[in-house]
């Protein structure tokens, strides 16, 4: 047994051979000043670290003999002595268990959804999270998610594309938050690489007839009583704005000032936003009974609550007006469509619609080139027609 102060060059064969002469006693390594080995009497031995830095003198005990080898217990003695002379704790807390997919969307929903998004767009990710990602990845930790399962998860959706889109984007979502909360490499999100179908918007448009029809089927309704007058108004009110449906629900008295002719609509989809109070707006609301103690425009049937879907409502309207294949949202595209005909341009339409991204407004940039084909064809038809010698039709 070396005498105490000396140093060896700690090896397992060394180690092995080392037998305490008393109680316990440390031998130091004679390369890495600070790295030992701890031999009790009873033939255990134990690697240490014993160092100074800022904060004083440290001491820890790295592991057993034979379940650490001298190679391993070299490399974490270098470790800790570095971290006790730059004045930090010797042994770093263990790291956190990592995340599974089922753990990073509730902190993604409570973190980041809940505080930033609208009550409507929540609900929507926490369909997309709780039919689509949980039942195929939930499980699965977040460094294990590979752009395979990523694939797979979107390609199972390939029947529905625009879920199957939505659902990659909300885990693509969630990934990125996963990277900015340090919980996964910057650069590691697997859903980057997978492209997304190829999808159409949805285009139906009311015609003039349609329009003729809805209108009677709404009046015949408001006095039939088949359809309740508070719905009645808030279909006319679409029409009639290009609003969004929950727009239209939740306006309130107070938002009508009729000295600026404004709407001021205070939980819009972009924000805070005004729209025009046009003389045919003004008569459906003029025929709006309003109720004392109810500040929403649009009533429910519970005292002092507004109505808070049109679904049944529009199928019933729908039906007996014979719109086939016309969606409640579909009213909002119509009026952007008469807009177009019209003559207003696509940055009017889409401060008309209430909209900020100018390719949400694009997708109606088709029908403004059919009016600008149909306006092309009279004028070359008059033109024709003088240098024919004859009127125009």
Wanted: charged share 25%; proline share 5%.
């Amino acid at each position: 047994m070396p005498s105490r102060g000396s140093a060896i060059r700690i090896t397992k064969q060394r180690v092995d051979a080392l037998r305490a002469t008393s109680n316990n006693v440390v031998v130091w390594d004679r390369d890495l000043p600070g790295f030992g080995v701890r031999v009790y009497g009873s033939g255990r031995k134990l690697y240490v670290v014993q160092s100074r830095g800022p904060a004083g003198s440290k001491r820890l005990t790295l592991g057993r003999h034979g379940e650490l080898s001298p190679t391993q217990a070299r490399k974490l003695a270098r470790i800790a002595i570095g971290r006790i002379k730059r004045g930090e704790d010797p042994k770093p807390k263990a790291p956190e268990p990592e995340p599974n997919v089922s753990e990073l969307a509730r902190r993604f929903m409570q973190a980041h959804v809940a505080p930033n998004c609208k009550a409507r767009t929540e609900s929507h990710y926490r369909g997309f999270i709780h039919n689509h990602i949980l039942p195929a990845l939930g499980d699965k930790p977040i460094g294990m998610v590979g752009r395979q399962d990523v694939a797979a998860l979107h390609f199972a959706l390939r029947d529905r594309p625009s879920a199957a889109n939505c659902t990659l984007r909300v885990l693509s979502q969630m990934f990125r938050k996963a990277e900015e909360w340090g919980l996964m490499p910057e650069g590691s999100n697997p859903c980057r690489s997978v492209r997304k179908y190829r999808t159409r918007w949805r285009e139906r448009y009311l015609t003039e007839e349609e329009y003729r029809r809805i209108g009677q089927v709404l009046k015949d309704a408001e006095a039939n009583g088949s359809i309740g007058k508070p719905a009645v108004a808030a279909l006319r009110l679409l029409m009639l704005t290009g609003c969004r449906r929950d727009e239209i629900l939740t306006l309130q008295w107070d938002d009508v000032d009729r000295n600026a002719r404004e709407l001021r609509l205070r939980d819009s989809k972009t924000g805070p936003a005004m729209i025009a109070l046009t003389s045919a707006v003004e008569r459906v609301l003029d025929g709006i009974e309003r109720i004392p103690g109810n500040p929403w425009v649009i009533t429910g049937i519970r005292p002092g609550k507004r109505l808070m879907t049109l679904k049944s409502t529009w199928r019933r309207a729908q039906a007996l007006a014979g719109l086939e294949g016309i969606r409640l949202h579909d009213l909002r595209h119509s009026y952007a469509s008469r807009a177009l005909a019209l003559g207003k341009s696509l940055t009017m339409i889409g401060k008309l619609l209430n909209q900020v991204q100018l390719q949400t407004t694009a997708r109606y940039a088709h029908l403004m080139l059919d009016a600008e084909k149909a306006a092309a064809a009279r004028v070359g038809d008059t033109i024709a027609a003088q240098v024919a010698g004859r009127r125009a039709g």
